[in-house]
Structure formats: structure tokens, C-alpha cells
């Protein structure tokens, strides 16, 4: 019990919270077509989190969202810059500003130094989990311990703030992300501008690829941000559903993901962990192919018999090889 | 480290430097002018997953050879790993997207990052492995130059020239298919079987690009050079061969940079040389970069200045013919001149010959001056009466529309706005032979 408490508690914790606030970002992205933007401000936030990291010398999270902020801002101007000068397709634009400034970032912690502190390419590209450890756990009785939740690694906390606020805000915008959603040309029309809802959608990723990286590092935040919400889609049409889905699948997918990548090597006798933040988009990807084969709107119809899609949607359940 | 930046660029450091810097030059070539095609038929975020998705086979085929007993850092053995599950990751976006429930840059998102984490369990798994050379593998994910070895330079620069020979040979039919498939598709070309082979050239070239550059920005040296190309150039011949070299330059300046400062990621110092040469070439490309932008419309909105500048003077000449000179803050205000622009106009309009000092004091305007005058004056009220008779604006509502048409829109259509006065309102036509001459018994005047 010390034991998973001391190590395993706090990244169970920490993956399970990222993907909840990416997973629940993500339904914004996919149901306003720019999941793009998710793959986009991933690879273009690094150099923000890097300056922010290298100013400031800490993991807090104040200087890291600035700095991705700043980052997803700029990201997002000179895609548009350079896409008024050359008139060329939006993914173009996008693969050349994503990649000159993850690039950057690569750069700027090998040339700044960040790699000898705390930051390097590893956590990047994995994650760093294993480094959320809670050495003041003794036994159960430390959960309610105030003394021994003052240690408790602040990146869990800052997550569980950051989905606080992050639910919050879809709960206060319910009805007018709904329309933005459904009906675009409706919301424009009424005076509901796309303009700020996508500065908000911007804002709102880079918090999230600030708050997910220390867990999922800034490649695998992409898995995070649109596996749930295209698992959520591939079973139901409803929009409140898509949300209940789309959480219940992020938090299976941190949850199970760490499980997976944390008890699998035992039973297999390897003796070594494997990555957890690669097994969440594995577990991610088992449950996005049951969903869109075993859904309700796949090839293979519950009751084996094929429907029309307009019948009356089936309940949505999670295909079972999900954890 | 300048000594050895010098080195790594000119050849001097060693046989198996060199080869590795051709090798990493070849595949820029490749990447670079392949990128055009991948990039005019859309595909460059497909090409994305696809590099993303080629670690769960590299570090798969890593696994089968230790497990087989075979040379697990053999590197066509990993290239064909990741070549297999690279396809594999187009295959799952086409199949993804065939429902219709979900998009394709959201397929594409999926497959990439799940493809990408597929990749680092594995990678986890290898590290567990009682062989050695795992740390071998982290170069496919950023790109190491450094460590290739000349065998490896030279896979990865036949796998690069062949692909180049491909792309010559299919110039034309790629070229039909990237402007217009389904014009393509009517003259006979195969069109499935070109995009098919955009494709698997694409796949060659990003697993050829994975060890010196890296899964993760092997995308960016496709994309770079060809957009870098694109602002530079308007005929495709020329932007992929421009392309090519852009690619070839930037992987060679890169590499060297990078084995002259190891710690340095090959992978992101290539495509940050990359990226500076798209800077720069977004700052002074001739038409489309910056500079240019900005000096067309500094040159236009001197052009109106000046062009509002003659017409009052001429306005003013027809009310008070005798009138003679104007002055400089007169003709300025009266044509609405900022303050850079009443420095700039009167030495412009004097060495353009337009206008000329009276002794008197005050200018006016010379001969040349009065006629281009006349013309724009004419020009002007052409408008005017087109945009009340046309579009049946009221006259001061006319006034303004045509000011904003009449300094951008070329000759011909002032011709043709001239012709459609003539047919349905020749009335308003201004008369044919220019307007006229200030002195001269007046005889018909336009609106104002």
C-alpha cells in the first residue's frame, strides 16, 4: 500500500487528470472541424513552455502557460500570415509553422541549457510520469494526513485546478459552444462571433498541452486531445453523450493506460516498465477501433442484423477491451 | 566549432563524413522536390502521420531481429519496419475517414499520435532487451547525423536518388494530377495509380529522411522548401527544382551544423536552416515576400495621392480658368495628402515633369501635366456616371465608390465601363476626346 502510494499514486492521478482536461478540450476541436489545430499547437507550444521554463527555472505553472500561450498565439498568426502571402493550403502552412517551431524548441533546450535542470528531450517525447513520486506517503493514513498532502507533487494539483476551471468554462458556454458546433452560419448570424470562440479554443489548448506535459509529454497530448472525443463520436450523436463519452473515455485511457503499461511487465516477466504515456494512446487506440467497429454506426451492428441510421441509437457502451 | 562547421561543409573531415553529408544532401534533394508534388495535391499532413507512425516499425523490426538473433541496428532492416507500418498508418486514416463520422484531419491526428505511441511502448519494451544498441533507436525519432555510418549514408542516398529519378520520370502525369485530377483523369492518366505512386514515394522518401532528420520533422523538410519555393516562383518546373536545392542546402548546411555542435538534434537544426531560408525568402521573394508587398502599396497610395493631387488642380483650373498658379498646401489638402506624402508628392510630381515652379510663386501644371490630367479627371467622372447609371447610386455615394475603383482597376475594364455607358446611357458619357481645356468655352461638364 506505501509502495503505491509513494509511486504510483500521484502519476495514476496525473494521467488520469491530463487526459480528462484534454479529453474534454478535444470535443472542441472535433466538433469545430479544427482538430488540426490540437496536432498544430501541440508541436508549436514547446518553444513557449521552454522560454518559460529557462526564465523562470521552475516547473510552476504560471511562466509555462504563459510562454505556450505566447507560443500558440504566434503559432496561430503566422499561419495566417503566411497563408495570405502564399494562398496555399491550411495544412501546408500548418506542417511548416509546427515544425519550424518545435524545431525551436528542440534547439532552445539543448542551447539553453534546460536539459541539465529538469527539461529534456525525453520528457518531450514520452512524458516524465515516473518522476511524480510521493516520497511522505506512510500507509493509508497519509491521504488524510495534511502534512503529507503539503508534499504531494504540485503538478497533480495544478491538473485538478486546471479541470476544475476547464469544466467550469463548458459548463458556463454550454449553449453556445453547442451552436457554434451544429450550426456555424446560425451563431455567426446571431452575433455570436467564430472569432473569439477560436482565440478560446486556442487558449484553451495551449493550457492543456501546459498542463498534460509533464504527463504525456507534447506529442502523445495529441492522442489525449482527440482519441476521446472521436471515440464519443463514433457512438453517439447527442451532444450532452458526447461530452459523458468523451470523459469516461479520457479517463479510461489515463487510468487504464498507466495500469496497462505499469502491470503488464510483471505478468509478461520483463522486469523493465514500459512507457505509460505510449500505452494511453495504445489503450486510446484499442477503444477508438472497437468504437468505430462494434458502434452504433459501424460495420458490425449490435443484434447482428444491419440498421438504418436513423433508428433510434442503441445505449453507447464501451467495448470491453478497454482497460 | 567553426573549424569543424568548415570541415563538415567543404568535405575535409574525412571519407566518411563526406558520404554522410551527401547522403543527408541526396535525401534533401528528394524531400525537397517531391514536397511540391506532395504538397500542391494535399498531402502534406498525411505525410505527417505517416513519419509519426513509422516508430512502432522501426522499433518492431528492432524487436523481431534481437528475438531472430539478426543485426537489430541493420538499417534497411528498421527502414522496411518502418516503411510497413508507415502504409499501414495511410491504410487506418482511409479506413477511419470511410464512415463519414469522422474527419480526416482528425483521423490523421489519431493515427498520428496512437501510431506514435504504438511506437513508444515499444521502444520501452526494447529497452528491457538484453541486446545492445538501443540508444541507437532515439535517432529515428530526432535524427542524429552524426553517428551514420557510410553504408547507411549510402542506403539513404540511393533510396533518396531513386525516388528523384521517379519524380523526373513522372513529372508530366503528377504535375496534370496535382492541378486538376479529374482533368487528369479525362486525358487518360491513370489517376489512381499516380496518387498511389505520390504516395509510395512519399513513404521512401520520409523513411529514407528517418535516420539523419528524424520521424517527428522529416514532414518539415518536405513542406518547407516547397512553400520557401512557392513564394518565390509561380511555374512548377521551376519550384521543384528551387525546391530541391532549398532541401539539399538546408540538410547539408544542417548536418554540418550538427557535427560541428553534437549536442545539437540534427533533425531540428535542419529544419530551423530550413526555416530561415523561408524567412528570408518571405521577406524579399519578388512578389509575393514582404518588401514587396509593402512597396506596392506605398507606390499605390502615392499613385492616388498623386493622382488625387492632378485632378484638383485640374478641378481648379476648369473653376477659375484664369486663376493660374495653386500652391502646394492648397493642391496637398485638397487632395487629402498625410504628412510623408506631402514631402514625397511635390519633388515626385516636379522631376516626373507633371507640374512646374511659377515665378510668381505657387506651381502649375505643364503641359504633359494637364493632359495626364485631363485623362485621370476624365477617368474619374467615366466612373462616376457608370456607378449612378450602372448601380444607381446617388451622386455623392458615386463619387466615393469610384475613387476606390479607379486607381487599381487596369484600363480595360474602364474601357469596357466606357462601352456600357455608350449603349445604355450616352448621355453621361464624358465626351470622347478628353475633357475640356480649361480657358475654352464650356460646353458640357461632368456631375460636379
Wanted: aromatic share 6%.
Amino acid at each position: 500500500m506505501t509502495e503505491f502510494l509513494q509511486l504510483d499514486l500521484a502519476p495514476l492521478l496525473a494521467a488520469t487528470l491530463a487526459c480528462l482536461v484534454c479529453g474534454l478540450i478535444g470535443n472542441l476541436l472535433l466538433l469545430t472541424r479544427q482538430s488540426l489545430l490540437g496536432d498544430a499547437i501541440s508541436h508549436a507550444v514547446l518553444p513557449g513552455i521552454v522560454v518559460g521554463f529557462w526564465i523562470s527555472g521552475t516547473r510552476a505553472a504560471p511562466p509555462l502557460v504563459a510562454g505556450a500561450m505566447a507560443a500558440a498565439i504566434v503559432a496561430a498568426l503566422l499561419i495566417a500570415l503566411v497563408r495570405r502571402l502564399t494562398r496555399l493550403e491550411p495544412g501546408a502552412v500548418m506542417g511548416l509553422v509546427f515544425s519550424g517551431m518545435f524545431a525551436l524548441g528542440i534547439v532552445l533546450i539543448e542551447v539553453t541549457g534546460a536539459h541539465a535542470v529538469d527539461l529534456d528531450v525525453d520528457c518531450v517525447l514520452y512524458g516524465q510520469l515516473e518522476a511524480l513520486i510521493w516520497p511522505a506517503a506512510q500507509g493509508a493514513g497519509s491521504l488524510l494526513d495534511p502534512a503529507a498532502l503539503a508534499e504531494f507533487p504540485a503538478e497533480v494539483k495544478t491538473l485538478a485546478v486546471v479541470l476544475a476551471l476547464t469544466v467550469a468554462l463548458l459548463a458556463l458556454l454550454w449553449k453556445e459552444l453547442r451552436l457554434a458546433a451544429f450550426d456555424p452560419d446560425f451563431a455567426r448570424s446571431i452575433g455570436f462571433a467564430p472569432r473569439p470562440l477560436s482565440l478560446l479554443v486556442l487558449v484553451l489548448v495551449s493550457v492543456a498541452c501546459v498542463a498534460a506535459f509533464w504527463a504525456v509529454g507534447s506529442i502523445l497530448v495529441i492522442a489525449a486531445l482527440v482519441a476521446p472525443a472521436a471515440i464519443a463520436r463514433a457512438l453517439t450523436d447527442s451532444y450532452a453523450r458526447q461530452f459523458a463519452l468523451s470523459a469516461a473515455a479520457a479517463a479510461v485511457m489515463g487510468a487504464g493506460g498507466y495500469w496497462v503499461a505499469a502491470l503488464a511487465p510483471e505478468a509478461l516477466g520483463l522486469g523493465h516498465g514500459l512507457n505509460a504515456a505510449g500505452m494511453m494512446a495504445v489503450v486510446a487506440g484499442v477503444m477508438l477501433a472497437g468504437a468505430v467497429v462494434f458502434g452504433p454506426f459501424g460495420p458490425v451492428r449490435p443484434g447482428g442484423q444491419r440498421r438504418r441510421r436513423a433508428a433510434a441509437a442503441p445505449v453507447p457502451r464501451l467495448p470491453a477491451a478497454a482497460g | 566549432m567553426t573549424g569543424a562547421l568548415l570541415d563538415a561543409l567543404l568535405f575535409a573531415g574525412g571519407y566518411n563524413a563526406t558520404v554522410v553529408a551527401l547522403g543527408c544532401a541526396a535525401f534533401g534533394l528528394a524531400a525537397g522536390s517531391l514536397g511540391c508534388f506532395v504538397l500542391l495535391r494535399g498531402r502534406a499532413l498525411i505525410a505527417d502521420a505517416a513519419a509519426h507512425a513509422t516508430l512502432p516499425g522501426v522499433a518492431g523490426a528492432f524487436i523481431l531481429a534481437a528475438l531472430a538473433g539478426w543485426d537489430a541496428r541493420s538499417l534497411p532492416l528498421l527502414l522496411a519496419g518502418g516503411a510497413i507500418s508507415a502504409g499501414a498508418a495511410v491504410l487506418a486514416v482511409g479506413a477511419l475517414t470511410r464512415g463519414g463520422r469522422i474527419r480526416d484531419d482528425a483521423a490523421m491526428a489519431l493515427v498520428l499520435s496512437i501510431g506514435f505511441g504504438l511506437g513508444v511502448v515499444l521502444v520501452s519494451v526494447v529497452q528491457s532487451l538484453p541486446v545492445g544498441g538501443q540508444a541507437g533507436l532515439k535517432s529515428f525519432i530526432l535524427g542524429q547525423a552524426a553517428g551514420m555510418s557510410a553504408f547507411d549514408a549510402r542506403l539513404i542516398g540511393g533510396l533518396a536518388v531513386l525516388s528523384l529519378l521517379l519524380v523526373a520520370l513522372l513529372f508530366r502525369p503528377l504535375a496534370a494530377l496535382c492541378f486538376d485530377r479529374d482533368f487528369a483523369a479525362s486525358v487518360g492518366l491513370p489517376v489512381r495509380a499516380l496518387d498511389l505512386a505520390l504516395l509510395g514515394l512519399m513513404l521512401a522518401v520520409t523513411v529514407a529522411g528517418l535516420r539523419a532528420v528524424g520521424l517527428i520533422l522529416v514532414v518539415g523538410l518536405m513542406v518547407i522548401p516547397a512553400v520557401t519555393a512557392r513564394l518565390v516562383t509561380e511555374r512548377l518546373g521551376v519550384m521543384v527544382a528551387l525546391a530541391g536545392v532549398l532541401g539539399a542546402a538546408a540538410a547539408w548546411l544542417g548536418a554540418g551544423l550538427s557535427a560541428a555542435a553534437p549536442n545539437l538534434p540534427t533533425g531540428a537544426t535542419i529544419v530551423l536552416v530550413a526555416c530561415a531560408m523561408f524567412v528570408l525568402a518571405l521577406v524579399v521573394a519578388p512578389r509575393r515576400g514582404v518588401l514587396a508587398f509593402a512597396w506596392r502599396q506605398l507606390r499605390l497610395s502615392l499613385v492616388v495621392a498623386r493622382d488625387h493631387a492632378l485632378r484638383a488642380a485640374f478641378e481648379a483650373a476648369e473653376r477659375q480658368p484664369a486663376a493660374g498658379a495653386i500652391g502646394w498646401p492648397d493642391l496637398g489638402r485638397g487632395a487629402g495628402w498625410s504628412a510623408w506624402q506631402r514631402a514625397v508628392l511635390p519633388r515626385w510630381l516636379r522631376w516626373a515633369g507633371l507640374v512646374a515652379e511659377r515665378p510668381e510663386g505657387g506651381v502649375a501644371l505643364t503641359p504633359a501635366g494637364l493632359a495626364m490630367a485631363r485623362e485621370l479627371t476624365r477617368r474619374h467622372r467615366l466612373w462616376e456616371h457608370y456607378m449612378q447609371s450602372a448601380g444607381g447610386l446617388p451622386p455623392e455615394a458615386a463619387h466615393r465608390a469610384a475613387d476606390q475603383v479607379e486607381h487599381t482597376l487596369p484600363p480595360e475594364v474602364a474601357m469596357e465601363a466606357e462601352a456600357w455607358l455608350r449603349r445604355h446611357d450616352p448621355a453621361r458619357l464624358p465626351p470622347a476626346g478628353g475633357l475640356i481645356r480649361p480657358g475654352e468655352p464650356e460646353t458640357e461638364r461632368g456631375p460636379r
